[in-house]
């Protein structure tokens, strides 16, 4: 089955437990593999065809953050083939951990929240939320789920 098949037949199931956005940006993702390698046989596939899209992206100062999620999206689509039993095909690609940008909200920042939070018109436990948010460091998907 050609990659681009594949991904159009099983990009649902594969990316099924994240958000819109997650999706569409892995699919997009290995949609770039694919306009990289051609549209190849799934089997055909290789860790040079990998390393050659990496290659395309530093080319085009992509930062490590942003290439190590073009290769987790390829890494979701060859477990979830292993996973269905389409293929037993597996190579692993290391790439450097990114260094991670702590964030911080500044004290402008928090006044924002504080007001916008006692508006009348946002529900008690948004503020609540934004309150346990702020005070454990809690993600945006982490409150919402």
Known sequence: ????TFLDKYQDPIWEDCGDKHKRD??????QLIATTGNIEYEQLTADHVF???DKLRAANCSQATINR???AISALMRFARRIGFSTKRFEISTPK???RVRYFTPLELKAMDVYCRNKHVPQWFGDMCRVARYTGMRHKEVTR
């Open 26 to 31: 892995s699919v997009h993702r290995v949609r």
């Open 98 to 100: 990114e260094k991670n």
């Open 1 to 4: 089955m050609k990659l681009e």
């Open 70 to 72: 073009y290769v987790a």
């Open 52 to 54: 050659k899209l990496m």
